[in-house]
Protein backbone atom coordinates (compact mmCIF):
# COMPACT_ATOMS: atom_id res chain seq x y z
CA UNK A 1 0.00 0.00 0.00
CA UNK A 2 1.31 3.42 -1.05
CA UNK A 3 0.59 4.99 2.37
CA UNK A 4 1.18 9.32 2.97
CA UNK A 5 1.64 9.84 6.94
CA UNK A 6 2.26 13.09 8.85
CA UNK A 7 4.19 12.73 12.08
CA UNK A 8 4.72 9.09 12.80
CA UNK A 9 2.42 8.32 15.88
CA UNK A 10 3.42 5.96 18.43
CA UNK A 11 0.84 6.07 21.44
CA UNK A 12 0.92 3.61 24.11
CA UNK A 13 -0.84 2.90 26.87
CA UNK A 14 -3.96 5.10 26.27
CA UNK A 15 -6.09 5.31 29.43
CA UNK A 16 -10.08 5.73 29.25
CA UNK A 17 -10.57 7.57 25.57
CA UNK A 18 -12.83 7.45 22.74
CA UNK A 19 -12.72 6.82 19.17
CA UNK A 20 -15.09 9.14 16.79
CA UNK A 21 -15.88 9.05 13.14
CA UNK A 22 -16.26 12.63 11.90
CA UNK A 23 -16.74 11.93 8.28
CA UNK A 24 -17.03 8.65 6.29
CA UNK A 25 -18.17 7.83 2.89
CA UNK A 26 -21.58 5.49 2.12
CA UNK A 27 -19.24 2.88 0.99
CA UNK A 28 -17.85 3.10 4.81
CA UNK A 29 -20.78 1.82 7.30
CA UNK A 30 -19.93 2.55 10.99
CA UNK A 31 -22.42 1.32 13.28
CA UNK A 32 -23.68 3.45 16.16
CA UNK A 33 -23.40 1.35 19.39
CA UNK A 34 -20.54 1.30 22.33
CA UNK A 35 -18.44 -1.03 21.78
CA UNK A 36 -15.22 -1.07 22.64
CA UNK A 37 -12.17 -0.89 20.19
CA UNK A 38 -8.59 -1.53 21.46
CA UNK A 39 -6.11 0.79 20.82
CA UNK A 40 -3.58 -1.34 18.81
CA UNK A 41 -6.25 -2.45 16.19
CA UNK A 42 -7.01 1.37 15.39
CA UNK A 43 -4.31 0.71 12.24
CA UNK A 44 -6.79 -2.62 11.25
CA UNK A 45 -10.01 -0.86 11.07
CA UNK A 46 -8.40 1.79 8.93
CA UNK A 47 -6.77 -0.94 6.84
CA UNK A 48 -10.62 -2.56 6.13
CA UNK A 49 -11.96 0.45 5.60
CA UNK A 50 -9.83 1.19 2.65
CA UNK A 51 -10.34 -2.39 1.34
CA UNK A 52 -7.15 -3.66 2.08
CA UNK A 53 -6.66 -7.03 3.96
CA UNK A 54 -4.68 -7.30 7.88
CA UNK A 55 -3.10 -10.41 9.55
CA UNK A 56 -5.38 -11.20 12.36
CA UNK A 57 -9.41 -11.20 12.10
CA UNK A 58 -10.81 -7.38 13.76
CA UNK A 59 -13.62 -9.26 15.64
CA UNK A 60 -15.16 -5.46 16.60
CA UNK A 61 -18.61 -5.12 15.32
CA UNK A 62 -18.71 -1.25 14.74
CA UNK A 63 -17.07 -1.27 11.33
CA UNK A 64 -19.55 -3.25 8.65
CA UNK A 65 -19.01 -4.54 5.68
CA UNK A 66 -19.53 -1.99 3.14
CA UNK A 67 -19.07 -1.18 -0.81
CA UNK A 68 -16.27 -3.62 -1.72
CA UNK A 69 -15.98 -2.19 -5.04
CA UNK A 70 -15.80 1.62 -3.97
CA UNK A 71 -13.50 2.06 -1.17
CA UNK A 72 -12.05 5.63 0.33
CA UNK A 73 -9.08 6.99 -1.05
CA UNK A 74 -7.55 8.22 2.01
CA UNK A 75 -7.93 7.98 5.68
CA UNK A 76 -7.25 10.78 8.42
CA UNK A 77 -6.41 10.33 11.74
CA UNK A 78 -6.08 13.12 14.35
CA UNK A 79 -5.14 12.28 17.83
CA UNK A 80 -5.80 14.64 20.44
CA UNK A 81 -3.32 14.34 23.74
CA UNK A 82 -5.24 15.37 27.15
CA UNK A 83 -9.09 15.10 26.89
CA UNK A 84 -10.56 12.13 27.25
CA UNK A 85 -13.98 13.40 24.36
CA UNK A 86 -14.98 16.43 22.61
CA UNK A 87 -18.02 17.42 22.22
CA UNK A 88 -18.71 16.90 18.65
CA UNK A 89 -21.77 17.15 16.81
CA UNK A 90 -24.07 14.50 17.41
CA UNK A 91 -24.19 12.73 13.74
CA UNK A 92 -20.59 11.83 14.66
CA UNK A 93 -20.02 8.12 15.51
CA UNK A 94 -17.97 7.29 19.01
CA UNK A 95 -16.69 4.34 20.63
CA UNK A 96 -14.72 3.76 23.91
CA UNK A 97 -11.28 3.41 23.53
CA UNK A 98 -8.89 1.01 25.19
CA UNK A 99 -5.38 0.00 25.03
CA UNK A 100 -2.56 1.49 22.76
CA UNK A 101 -2.47 2.82 19.83
CA UNK A 102 0.08 2.41 17.24
CA UNK A 103 0.34 4.23 14.08
CA UNK A 104 3.89 4.85 11.71
CA UNK A 105 4.74 6.14 8.37
CA UNK A 106 6.25 8.28 5.92
CA UNK A 107 5.51 12.34 4.85
CA UNK A 108 5.09 12.96 1.33
CA UNK A 109 7.98 15.46 0.05
CA UNK A 110 4.73 18.18 -0.57
CA UNK A 111 4.23 18.28 3.05
CA UNK A 112 8.32 19.36 3.56
CA UNK A 113 7.37 22.88 3.55
CA UNK A 114 5.26 22.74 6.12
CA UNK A 115 6.39 23.93 10.02
CA UNK A 116 8.00 21.97 12.46
CA UNK A 117 9.98 23.80 14.55
CA UNK A 118 8.65 25.56 17.30
CA UNK A 119 10.48 28.93 15.63
CA UNK A 120 8.91 28.21 12.44
CA UNK A 121 5.51 27.58 13.80
CA UNK A 122 5.43 31.21 15.81
CA UNK A 123 7.04 33.01 12.62
CA UNK A 124 3.67 31.05 10.44
CA UNK A 125 1.24 32.33 13.12
CA UNK A 126 2.09 36.04 12.41
CA UNK A 127 2.09 35.85 8.77
CA UNK A 128 -0.70 38.06 7.14
CA UNK A 129 -2.57 34.48 6.15
CA UNK A 130 -2.74 32.44 9.26
CA UNK A 131 -5.78 31.71 11.59
CA UNK A 132 -5.09 34.66 13.98
CA UNK A 133 -6.79 36.81 11.21
CA UNK A 134 -9.99 34.95 11.82
CA UNK A 135 -10.00 32.69 14.34
CA UNK A 136 -11.32 33.60 17.69
CA UNK A 137 -9.19 33.46 21.02
CA UNK A 138 -11.48 34.36 23.63
CA UNK A 139 -9.47 33.73 26.62
CA UNK A 140 -6.62 32.67 25.12
CA UNK A 141 -3.21 34.83 24.45
CA UNK A 142 -1.29 35.29 21.67
CA UNK A 143 1.92 36.20 23.79
CA UNK A 144 1.99 33.51 25.93
CA UNK A 145 4.09 30.06 24.62
CA UNK A 146 1.41 27.15 25.57
CA UNK A 147 -1.48 28.75 23.86
CA UNK A 148 0.34 29.35 20.99
CA UNK A 149 1.57 26.08 20.49
CA UNK A 150 -1.60 25.16 20.67
CA UNK A 151 -2.88 27.47 17.90
CA UNK A 152 0.27 26.39 15.93
CA UNK A 153 -1.38 23.11 15.33
CA UNK A 154 -4.68 23.99 13.95
CA UNK A 155 -2.12 26.34 12.09
CA UNK A 156 -0.55 23.11 10.58
CA UNK A 157 -4.00 21.30 10.03
CA UNK A 158 -4.89 24.45 8.03
CA UNK A 159 -2.13 24.58 6.31
CA UNK A 160 -2.23 20.59 5.29
CA UNK A 161 -5.72 21.48 3.46
CA UNK A 162 -4.25 24.30 1.80
CA UNK A 163 -1.54 22.17 0.24
CA UNK A 164 -3.64 19.87 -0.86
CA UNK A 165 -6.22 21.69 -2.39
CA UNK A 166 -3.16 23.06 -4.73
CA UNK A 167 -2.29 19.87 -5.12
CA UNK A 168 -5.18 18.24 -5.98
CA UNK A 169 -3.15 15.64 -8.16
CA UNK A 170 -2.21 14.00 -4.58
CA UNK A 171 -5.76 13.68 -3.64
CA UNK A 172 -6.74 12.04 -7.57
CA UNK A 173 -4.27 9.57 -8.04
CA UNK A 174 -4.44 6.03 -7.68
CA UNK A 175 -2.53 5.52 -4.41
CA UNK A 176 -4.27 5.86 -0.81
CA UNK A 177 -3.73 7.89 1.23
CA UNK A 178 -3.09 7.96 5.19
CA UNK A 179 -2.85 11.26 7.45
CA UNK A 180 -1.77 10.55 10.83
CA UNK A 181 -1.63 13.79 13.10
CA UNK A 182 -0.82 14.27 17.07
CA UNK A 183 -2.06 17.18 18.60
CA UNK A 184 -0.62 18.09 22.45
CA UNK A 185 -1.12 21.74 22.64
CA UNK A 186 -4.51 20.60 24.21
CA UNK A 187 -2.87 19.36 27.02
CA UNK A 188 -0.13 21.55 27.71
CA UNK A 189 -2.65 24.43 28.10
CA UNK A 190 -4.66 22.02 30.32
CA UNK A 191 -1.65 21.35 32.45
CA UNK A 192 -0.63 25.31 32.08
CA UNK A 193 -4.15 26.57 33.50
CA UNK A 194 -6.01 23.24 34.70
CA UNK A 195 -8.79 21.83 33.12
CA UNK A 196 -11.27 23.54 34.86
CA UNK A 197 -10.04 26.76 34.00
CA UNK A 198 -11.47 28.95 31.28
CA UNK A 199 -8.40 28.87 28.86
CA UNK A 200 -9.25 25.38 28.72
CA UNK A 201 -13.04 25.32 28.21
CA UNK A 202 -12.43 27.67 25.03
CA UNK A 203 -9.18 25.73 24.05
CA UNK A 204 -11.95 22.49 23.92
CA UNK A 205 -14.44 24.46 22.20
CA UNK A 206 -12.53 26.24 19.17
CA UNK A 207 -10.36 22.62 18.85
CA UNK A 208 -14.18 20.74 18.28
CA UNK A 209 -14.82 23.82 15.26
CA UNK A 210 -11.32 23.31 13.92
CA UNK A 211 -11.47 19.81 14.07
CA UNK A 212 -14.93 19.71 11.99
CA UNK A 213 -13.73 22.25 10.36
CA UNK A 214 -10.50 20.34 8.91
CA UNK A 215 -12.81 16.94 8.45
CA UNK A 216 -15.19 18.79 6.24
CA UNK A 217 -12.29 20.03 3.96
CA UNK A 218 -10.72 16.79 3.80
CA UNK A 219 -13.84 15.21 3.02
CA UNK A 220 -14.56 17.49 -0.31
CA UNK A 221 -11.00 17.20 -1.06
CA UNK A 222 -10.92 13.92 -1.91
CA UNK A 223 -14.72 14.11 -3.24
CA UNK A 224 -16.13 12.96 -0.47
CA UNK A 225 -14.55 10.10 -0.42
CA UNK A 226 -12.60 9.74 2.59
CA UNK A 227 -12.66 8.87 6.23
CA UNK A 228 -11.72 11.14 8.64
CA UNK A 229 -11.05 9.98 12.54
CA UNK A 230 -10.21 11.52 15.60
CA UNK A 231 -9.23 9.74 18.83
CA UNK A 232 -9.33 11.70 22.24
CA UNK A 233 -6.30 10.36 24.54
CA UNK A 234 -6.34 11.92 28.43
CA UNK A 235 -3.18 10.41 29.40
CA UNK A 236 -0.24 7.53 28.63
CA UNK A 237 0.88 5.58 31.36
CA UNK A 238 4.30 5.29 29.21
CA UNK A 239 7.08 7.23 27.83
CA UNK A 240 6.62 7.67 24.16
CA UNK A 241 8.69 4.76 22.27
CA UNK A 242 9.04 3.71 18.69
CA UNK A 243 7.24 0.21 17.58
CA UNK A 244 9.93 -2.05 15.81
CA UNK A 245 9.30 -4.80 13.68
CA UNK A 246 10.95 -8.28 13.61
CA UNK A 247 11.64 -10.45 10.58
CA UNK A 248 12.15 -13.89 13.38
CA UNK A 249 9.16 -15.64 13.87
CA UNK A 250 6.74 -15.02 16.89
CA UNK A 251 5.58 -17.50 19.31
CA UNK A 252 2.71 -18.30 18.96
CA UNK A 253 -0.13 -18.24 21.52
CA UNK A 254 -1.29 -21.01 23.57
CA UNK A 255 -4.53 -22.29 21.88
CA UNK A 256 -7.31 -22.45 24.77
CA UNK A 257 -9.50 -25.32 24.83
CA UNK A 258 -12.46 -25.65 22.38
CA UNK A 259 -15.45 -24.83 24.39
CA UNK A 260 -17.87 -25.15 21.50
CA UNK A 261 -16.09 -27.49 19.47
CA UNK A 262 -16.01 -25.18 16.69
CA UNK A 263 -13.43 -25.65 13.71
CA UNK A 264 -9.90 -24.20 13.83
CA UNK A 265 -9.39 -20.69 11.80
CA UNK A 266 -7.37 -21.31 8.42
CA UNK A 267 -4.82 -19.51 7.70
CA UNK A 268 -4.28 -16.59 4.85
CA UNK A 269 -3.34 -19.29 2.50
CA UNK A 270 -5.81 -21.54 2.69
CA UNK A 271 -7.82 -20.53 -0.36
CA UNK A 272 -4.60 -20.31 -2.32
CA UNK A 273 -3.44 -23.77 -1.52
CA UNK A 274 -7.19 -25.02 -1.91
CA UNK A 275 -7.57 -23.63 -5.78
CA UNK A 276 -4.39 -25.06 -6.18
CA UNK A 277 -5.10 -28.71 -5.34
CA UNK A 278 -8.53 -28.52 -6.68
CA UNK A 279 -7.56 -27.58 -10.15
CA UNK A 280 -4.62 -29.65 -10.77
CA UNK A 281 -6.55 -32.77 -9.43
CA UNK A 282 -9.51 -32.20 -12.14
CA UNK A 283 -6.48 -31.28 -15.04
CA UNK A 284 -4.68 -34.62 -14.08
CA UNK A 285 -8.29 -36.24 -14.37
CA UNK A 286 -9.37 -35.03 -17.13
CA UNK A 287 -6.13 -35.90 -19.28
CA UNK A 288 -6.44 -39.00 -17.75
CA UNK A 289 -10.35 -39.62 -19.13
CA UNK A 290 -8.92 -38.42 -22.65
CA UNK A 291 -5.99 -40.41 -22.71
CA UNK A 292 -8.07 -43.73 -21.59
CA UNK A 293 -10.58 -43.11 -24.16
CA UNK A 294 -8.14 -42.37 -26.99
CA UNK A 295 -6.63 -45.93 -26.61
CA UNK A 296 -10.03 -47.52 -25.85
CA UNK A 297 -10.73 -46.27 -29.36
CA UNK A 298 -7.49 -47.30 -31.13
CA UNK A 299 -7.20 -48.95 -34.78
CA UNK A 300 -4.41 -51.59 -34.31
CA UNK A 301 -4.24 -52.01 -38.10
CA UNK A 302 -4.02 -47.88 -38.64
CA UNK A 303 -3.00 -46.09 -35.52
CA UNK A 304 -0.36 -48.97 -33.71
CA UNK A 305 2.63 -48.83 -35.41
CA UNK A 306 4.34 -51.65 -33.81
CA UNK A 307 0.75 -53.93 -35.58
CA UNK A 308 1.82 -52.35 -38.93
CA UNK A 309 5.28 -53.48 -38.61
CA UNK A 310 4.34 -56.96 -37.71
CA UNK A 311 1.38 -56.74 -40.34
CA UNK A 312 4.32 -56.06 -43.29
CA UNK A 313 6.91 -58.57 -42.10
CA UNK A 314 3.88 -61.20 -41.77
CA UNK A 315 3.14 -60.11 -45.45
CA UNK A 316 6.52 -60.34 -47.17
CA UNK A 317 7.22 -63.76 -45.75
Request: aromatic share 8%; proline share 4%.
Given at each position: ?262 AHRYSANYAVVFNIVLWLMLGIALAVIIIS ?25
Amino acid sequence: MAALALLALLLPGVLGNEFSVLRSPESVVFRDGKWPIPGDRIPDVAALSMGFSVEEDLSWPGLAVGNLFLRPRATVLVTVKGVDSLALLKNVVSYPLENRVYMVGKANAVFEDLSVTLRQLRNRLYQDNSILSSLPLNSLSRNNDVDLLFLSELQVLHDISNLLSRHKHLAKDHSPDLYSLELAGLDEIGKRYGEDSQQFKDASQILTDFLQKFADEMYNLYGGNAVVEVVTVKAFDTPLVRKTRTVLQTKSKAVKGNLYNLAHRYSANYAVVFNIVLWLMLGIALAVIIISYGLWNIDPGYDGIVYRMTNQKIRMD
